[in-house]
């Protein structure tokens, strides 16, 4: 008996910039708050080779249901070489961002991927601007801030332009826009989202040309420009015996942290991922994960060139934590198969058809188990 430590190419799925759910089903509508956070907190692995990432975004997309939106200056037909071990969703999409020297944003409602710069103040804008909303809720038309508050239609279809996108989010909320030709001229791929608040529609499309917004009481609303660093202030309260050490936590995690102390107050200014996780350092709390499913049930996606080994294969899996083993074949008898060459191209195939094609010019049975591949002779 023989046995191999495996690693597996596992493409697990999301929403991307060109890609339509169909039917806004219930089972296909991408999630949202603590669901899309679970789905980001269950663990995968994946080795991906010659598959764009275009093509990878869209297999995350049919498996998980987590809406990520490319930025329209990406190229989605770049080729991440990705090979990971069992990681969190949330780790395997910042993995294929930064194998193409690029960074992700993990909101509560989708997933951004784009230049650093961009992705690096989503949150953070996205936060100043539904505070901003917040801060006219008395000076504000109330039938004008109502729709504001409201959750609106966020997908749109090919060929958008980004500029009309607006301009009819505002027209259906009230908001008159001083300055819609702001915006440049662009059509945009088709894509889903989870329904979104007008605010945070608008600074999603808006960040992708380095723009956001301000609005006065008369519901009218500017395009301005962003500012590459944006901040925001927030509150920590810390007891009196645990102040010095949450102070050295989070100085030694961020050697440039802006902190005011007022008492057992901290007032920082920070990115929204920093305060993220300055509040796990103050909390003490631990990454939540959660098991993904087991084998049989995951999906696989692969570009294998012609002229690949087996035995190259099997190497390029050998970290996954997926655990082939072979019956009925001595270790001499093996090495031979190993040198065997596949040439295949598959994207969302089911575990038991994967390890089918990858095995089948051995002549043996392949049975797929929760935890490993039993390939017998």
Request: proline share 4%; net charge neutral; glycine share 4%.
């Amino acid at each position: 008996m023989f046995r191999i430590a495996l690693r597996l190419i596992l493409l697990v799925p999301i929403a991307f910039g060109s890609t339509s759910y169909g039917s806004e089903t219930e089972d296909r509508i991408p999630l949202a708050g603590k669901q899309l956070a679970d789905a980001l907190a269950q663990r995968r692995s994946i080795v991906t080779s010659g598959v764009t990432l275009k093509q990878t975004l869209l297999t995350l997309q049919r498996d998980i249901r987590i809406a990520v939106v490319l930025d329209r200056s990406i190229d989605p037909s770049m080729v991440p070489e990705v090979s990971t071990k069992y990681i969190t969703n949330e780790q395997l999409i910042r993995s294929l961002a930064e194998a193409c020297s690029l960074q992700t944003s993990i909101g509560d409602r989708y997933v951004f991927i784009g230049m650093p710069q961009k992705a690096g103040r989503l949150k953070t804008l996205t936060e100043i601007n539904r505070q901003t909303i917040l801060s006219l809720r008395s000076k504000l038309d109330k039938a004008v801030y109502l729709k504001l508050s409201e959750p609106l239609s966020a997908s749109w279809p090919a060929l958008s332009e980004p500029q009309k996108l607006i301009q009819k989010a505002a027209n259906s909320v009230g908001i008159r826009i001083s300055n819609p030709e702001s915006i440049p001229h662009d059509l945009w791929p088709e894509v889903t989202l989870p329904k979104l608040t007008f605010s945070d529609y608008a600074t999603l499309i808006l960040n992708q040309f380095d723009m956001t917004f301000e609005i006065d009481d008369q519901a009218t609303l500017a395009i301005v420009l962003a500012k590459s660093n944006v901040r925001i202030e927030q509150r920590y309260r810390v007891s009196s015996k645990d102040k010095t050490d949450i102070n050295e936590k989070w100085m030694n995690a961020f050697p440039d942290l802006d902190v005011k102390w007022s008492g057992s107050t901290a007032i920082v200014s920070a990115s929204i991922e920093t305060h993220e996780q300055l509040e796990q350092l103050r909390i003490g709390k631990a990454e939540k994960t959660i098991d993904a499913a087991s084998l049989r049930n995951r999906k696989f996606t692969m570009n294998v060139p012609s002229g690949t080994t087996l035995k190259r294969l099997l190497a390029t899996f050998e970290q996954s934590g997926i655990h082939i083993q072979v019956e009925g074949r001595t270790d001499g008898e093996l090495e031979k198969l190993l040198q065997q060459t596949v040439e295949f191209d598959v994207s969302g195939s089911p575990a038991d058809e994967f390890f089918l094609m990858v095995f089948r010019g051995w002549d043996a049975s392949v049975e797929v188990g929760d935890e490993e591949v039993l390939v017998r002779f």
